[in-house]
Every structure is written in structure tokens, then in C-alpha cells.
């Protein structure tokens, strides 16, 4: 089996030493600054600048300093500068792995020279000596081939190669890698001291001064073979290449940024007054999981990007601690953390604060509700770590109840129906059913198209009594006539009760669609109907599967579509189809059939009139009717007529007929 080690492990820094990086990187620092205790005669010296190796050289430190200060040993990195010849300054060995060594070797072999006749167009060398270096196998590598007795190819070796230069070609760089990397190849495959490169992340930085503009294109990641990944960012110098850098390491490593913020430190010029500063901190990404998780309250306003860098950091506020113990928390992770200002005031401050036993507990900031304790910081053995507190039970606990979620405390849930829904679905073992697995798939998606999880949640389970047995019915694989025209007869039933005006106990906390504005207190009759109808309909849909389902379904749509009549043989209009069934089912169905009925009539005789309901006519197919058209048709529906129509608008008369009648009168009397 192949043992494969991941990209981060080893990392070689290759930083350009020729005479190209001795220029100034354009970013002048103010050395010398004027003061009131000095006179008015005092001239100040002239800014500095660094050049640009001091940039590469102080970037790739800091590099280094965050994944030694998180990865004690398993993760590694090698300096080589490259002149006209290679200089390494450590190895794969965990003795150079420190900064101490490391600026050491830098101190010796000190800053390019600009004396001509050298090269320093060329890092070939450099590029050799890179590889080579990643062919090398660390120490854990070789422990795990040992370990092993297998043949080196069980090893996968991946690296990553940072090269920090002023490019020219780019692709000259790409061919001599892939040149390079082929035939150290063939040389590791001849031996049992090197291991074969099997993957290599190429990043070429190009780094220019801040006051000179570069014409080289940016190309984004992207595959070259098999073995051999490119990537090129062109990077002004000054403060632009250490940002660049500490995005790149958090990408490299999986890395994520938290700032704790309002940590109380006493001024340094004023020791009485005391101010709040913020440190930001950079840990392992997996501190985070339990906030985007749901164990926490993910708030992403939380998340805020500082200048001049690409990544996203995690502002957590401090919160003083009562107690100084870290075993009274329950945690789920801890991680090793490290500051991203290392020689600040306020980062060496909380320092030295979590160094001498302390603990700071961090919390997220909400605008409303308590506070909400996500982080705790405390040291251990000289590392400081930042814990993952368990925003959930912890296993000391009583099992959590059902209607304890984490959308916060539920108490209607269905458990009844739940544990009967569970009962029906139970799968059993069938030795002759091939599709038994996909046909009990299929009834339990059925099942719970239409299922609603709270009582408040839907209309038609909180008055079972006028429904009963519909729903327990219409779920059924095939029905019986007895049953076809039983859900026919409730569904009568229920329009009849509307018919009269009847009253639903459906209030609007329980209601679903009709909101909390007035919680407690009884809708519209007509909002109550209409949303019992429409979840009716969405739940014999999700059921209907043969033909007598089908019926049920055409009936409930006939009877929402269906335009009222107020007269004696309308009334019993639903009932004609129900006796015309009668004489099909059996003779003590049919004789039930006919008691409810009779009593429904009796019902409806005694009580006072119904009140007229408000139907929109039934549209035609495949057309729309627009409300011009729906107006008229109530206009001519003579249900929605209050009073007796004028005569004048069934027939033309002609007005003032009675004038004209004794203007001639008054002629015939004058003329005799």
C-alpha cells in the first residue's frame, strides 16, 4: 500500500541572490523623526529603503516562523539562494528547522553584491539544487520505508518550490523544471538513498520595486503534466510581499485567521488610563468546523477582511474569565496558534498573559440574546492553544428530548403520528422480491411528499374528527368502491359544512398560511376552508396512484371549481352521485350512507338559510380569465343580484312617453 505524504510536508524556498536584488525596493521608511524635546535647528537623516533581497529575505522568514510556530515537525522548509552557484542554508533535519539557524546561515552568507562580472541573470542552479533537495526523503520518510521493507516507490514524495525572483521567461523556468524533475527521476529509481518526485507545486513570485511597473502577465494555478503544477504572481516589493505571503500560507496549510478584540491593556506612556486593542491570531482551520457546523451560531458578519491581504478573519470578542482551570470546559479540539504581529506590543502583551496559566475565553458578538462562549485560549507546556468549546450536550449529560432542536425549544411535534408513520414503513427482509428495496424506497418517499412535522404546521391533521378516515384511506395501495365512496361523501360533507357557514376549530397559531398577526383568535371562515382545501389537494396529489384515486382527486377539484346554486334541487346536488353508489355497495353500507345523509338534510332544514358564497366561474382551457371577464360573469350570475333588476336594462322604452301625450292634447284643443 502507498504511503503518501501531503504537499505541505516539504517545502523548498529559493531566493534570487544575484545583483538584481540589491536595488532599492522604492518604499522609504522614516529613520529618523523630529521631536519637541530637539531643537528647531535639528535636521533630520534622510528615510531608508530596503532592498529588494531584505524583502524577500524578511517575507520568507515570517513564512517560515508561522508553519514552525503551528507544525513542530512535520512540516519542513529549506532556504537555498542562488547566485552564479547554489547556497543551501539548512536541511530536511529538525535541528535547522528554527529561525535561529536559519538567520544564522543568512548572516553568513550575507547580501547579493553588485560587483560586475558576476552572474546574476540565471537561478539554474537554484533550480537545481531544488529538486534535488525534494528528492532528498525526510526523516519521517525514511522511517516510514523502514518501517515498511518495501521498495521506495511506495513512498509518494510531493513538494512544494517557492522561487522569489524578477522574471523574464517564464516558460524557460517550466521546461527546466520538467527537464530537471525527469531526470532526477531516473536517478532515484537507480538507487535507494533518493525518492522520486511524484508531484511538485511550482510558485513563481516576481517581485519588482513599488516605483516600477511590471509587464509580466499573472497566470493563475494551473496542471502543466502530471507531476508538475505552475503558478505566477507578479508582487510589488515593500509591503506588498510579506502580504502576499501570509495569504499564501494560510492557503499552503489550511490555515484560518481569528482577532480577539477589546483585550484591556494599560497604556504604555499612561499607566492609569487603559485602552482596547485587537491581536490577530492564525491557528488550524479546523478551530472553525464547529461554528459553520451548527454546534455554534455561524454568523457571517463575524468575517472581515484585513487591508492588504485576500483572506477573511474571524473577529471573536475577549471575555474576562472567572476561573483560571481549563478542565471546566468541555472542548472538542484544541490547535496551536500563533500571531500574525509577533513583535507588537498588544500580541506580546496577551502573550505573556496566556504564558504565566491564564485563560482568556472568546466570545461571538450578538446584537441580541446572551453571549455565546465559542473559543478558549490557553497555553500548555510552552505552546499556546485556542480550544473548540462544545456548543452542544456533552456525553456527562441526559440524552437531550425530542423537542429540544437546535431551531430552539419545539413542543408540537407528532411523536404519535411519527411512531405509526415508522410502524407502516418498517422494512422487512424479502428473499423472492429483486425491487423490494426500490418499491419500499418508493412508498417511503410517498409517504412523506405530504407530512407535516409540528401540529401547527398543517390544517388538516388538527380536525381529524370531520376527515376521518380520508387520510388513513387515501395512503392505501388500491381502494375498494366502500372506500372510493366514503372520501367522496366527507369530502360532500365538508363542503356542506361550509355550505352552512360551520365554523372550523383551526386558530392561527395552528394555522400554517394565515401568519401570527393575531395569534388566538378564530380566521375567516373563508381562509379556513380555503387553506383545509388546498392542503387536501396537495396531499391526495402526493397519493394518487390508480385510478380510484384519481376519482377522489377529480372530485375535491369539481367541488373547489364548483359555482353554488341557492336553490332546493342544488342543495342536493353532491348527494345524487353518493345514491346513484348506493345501489352497488353492500345493503348495510348503503343504509349508513342514507342515515348521514338524512341527517345532514335535517340539519340543513332547520338551520337558517346559508349565505351565498363567492365562486369564480371555471376557466376554459388553455385560457386565463382576466378580471374584466371574471366581473361580468358575477354580474350575470343572478346568485350575486341583491335587488330586482331595472326594467330599463331588459327592454328599450322610450322616455317620457306620457309628454308627448299631452303635447298633442294641447294641439287637438288649440286647433279646435
Known amino acids: 500500500m502507498a504511503m503518501t505524504f501531503p504537499t505541505s510536508h516539504k517545502t523548498v524556498f529559493l531566493l534570487d541572490h544575484s545583483r538584481d536584488f540589491t536595488v532599492s525596493c522604492s518604499n522609504h521608511i522614516e529613520f529618523d523623526q523630529p521631536s519637541k524635546s530637539r531643537g528647531s535647528g535639528f535636521i533630520p537623516l534622510n528615510p531608508i529603503s530596503k532592498s529588494l533581497w531584505t524583502c524577500a529575505v524578511e517575507s520568507s522568514i515570517e513564512y517560515c516562523r508561522i ?36 538567520m544564522g546561515a543568512l548572516a553568513v552568507l550575507g547580501g547579493p553584491t553588485s560587483v560586475k562580472g558576476k552572474d546574476g541573470g540565471s537561478i539554474h542552479a537554484g533550480i537545481k539544487a531544488s529538486i534535488e533537495a525534494l528528492s532528498e526523503p525526510s526523516e519521517l520518510q525514511a522511517q516510514k520505508r523502514l518501517a515498511s521493507n518495501e521498495a521506495s516507490a511506495t513512498v509518494l514524495n510531493r513538494g512544494r518550490v517557492i522561487i522569489v525572483t524578477r522574471v523574464t521567461d517564464v516558460t524557460a523556468i517550466q521546461q527546466t523544471f520538467i527537464k530537471l524533475i525527469q531526470e532526477q527521476n531516473k536517478i532515484a529509481n537507480q538507487g535507494d538513498m533518493l525518492i522520486p518526485i511524484h508531484h511538485c507545486d511550482l510558485l513563481i513570485i516576481n517581485t519588482h520595486p513599488n516605483n516600477q511597473e511590471c509587464n509580466v502577465q499573472n497566470i493563475p494555478k494551473k496542471d502543466i503534466n502530471s507531476f508538475l503544477c505552475v503558478e505566477l504572481k507578479s508582487v510589488r516589493a515593500g509591503r506588498f510581499l510579506p502580504n502576499f505571503l501570509l495569504s499564501s500560507v494560510l492557503r499552503h496549510y489550511n490555515l484560518k485567521s481569528t482577532t480577539v478584540t477589546g483585550i484591556p491593556m494599560k497604556e504604555e506612556q499612561n499607566a492609569q488610563s487603559s ?32 487591508d492588504g491581504v485576500d483572506y477573511n478573519t474571524l473577529t471573536l470578542k475577549w471575555c474576562t474569565p472567572r476561573t483560571s482551570s481549563t478542565e471546566l470546559h468541555h472542548c472538542s479540539s484544541a490547535h496551536r496558534v500563533t500571531t500574525v504581529d509577533v513583535n507588537s506590543r498588544p500580541a506580546s502583551c496577551l502573550t505573556n498573559f496566556l504564558l504565566l496559566g491564564k485563560t482568556v475565553m472568546l466570545e461571538m458578538p450578538r446584537r441580541t440574546g446572551n453571549k455565546v462562549l465559542s473559543h478558549m485560549l490557553a497555553s500548555h507546556g510552552g505552546d499556546i492553544f485556542i480550544h473548540t468549546l462544545h456548543g452542544g450536550r456533552t456525553p456527562l449529560e441526559d440524552p437531550p428530548s425530542i423537542s429540544e432542536g437546535r431551531g430552539g425549544r419545539i413542543t408540537d411535534y407528532r411523536i404519535t403520528d411519527f411512531g405509526e408513520l415508522m410502524k407502516v414503513n418498517r422494512l422487512a427482509p424479502l428473499r423472492n422480491c429483486p425491487d423490494g428495496i426500490e418499491k419500499a424506497r418508493a412508498q417511503l418517499d410517498r409517504f412523506t411528499k405530504h407530512w407535516p412535522m409540528t401540529i401547527s404546521s398543517t390544517n388538516v391533521y388538527n380536525i381529524l374528527s370531520h376527515l376521518d378516515p380520508l387520510p388513513s384511506v387515501i395512503i392505501k395501495e388500491t381502494l375498494t368502491d366502500e372506500e372510493l365512496l366514503s372520501c367522496k361523501q366527507i369530502l ?23 401568519g401570527n398577526a393575531t395569534a388566538g383568535k378564530h380566521t375567516k371562515r373563508e381562509e379556513q376552508y380555503r387553506a383545509v382545501w388546498e392542503e387536501l389537494e396537495v396531499m391526495i396529489s402526493s397519493h394518487c396512484r390508480s385510478d380510484k384515486h384519481s376519482q377522489i382527486l377529480t372530485c375535491l377539484q369539481e367541488i373547489r371549481n364548483k359555482e353554488e346554486k341557492n336553490t332546493d334541487s342544488n342543495a342536493h346536488q353532491p348527494y345524487s352521485e353518493i345514491d346513484r353508489y348506493s345501489s352497488d355497495v353492500k345493503p348495510e353500507t348503503a343504509g349508513s350512507l342514507s342515515l348521514r345523509r338524512s341527517s345532514s338534510d335535517t340539519s340543513q332544514t332547520n338551520s337558517s338559510p346559508p349565505k351565498k358564497r363567492r365562486l ?20 350575470k350570475d343572478r346568485e350575486f343580484v341583491r335587488t330586482v333588476e331595472f326594467v330599463g336594462r331588459a327592454e328599450k322604452r322610450k322616455l317620457y312617453e306620457n309628454l308627448e301625450k299631452k303635447k298633442e292634447e294641447e294641439r287637438m284643443d288649440d286647433g279646435s
Open 67 to 102: 508553519v514552525w510556530d503551528l507544525h513542530s515537525s512535520n512540516r519542513l522548509i529549506r532556504f537555498i539562494a542562488s547566485d552564479s552557484v547554489a547556497h543551501s542554508l539548512n536541511s530536511w533535519s529538525a535541528s535547522t528547522q528554527n529561525t535561529s539557524h536559519l
Open 275 to 306: 485602552a482596547n486593542y485587537d491581536v490577530e491570531l492564525l491557528h488550524a482551520a479546523a478551530a472553525h468546523t464547529s461554528i459553520w457546523s451548527g454546534e455554534g451560531v455561524g454568523l457571517a458578519e463575524l468575517l472581515t477582511q484585513p
Open 616 to 635: 369564480l366561474p371555471p376557466a376554459s382551457d388553455n385560457k386565463t380569465l382576466n378580471l374584466l371577464q371574471v366581473f361580468n360573469s358575477n354580474i
Open 492 to 514: 360532500y360533507n365538508l363542503l356542506h359544512m361550509e355550505t352552512k357557514g360551520d365554523m372550523i376549530s383551526i386558530t392561527n397559531a395552528s394555522s400554517p398560511r394565515l
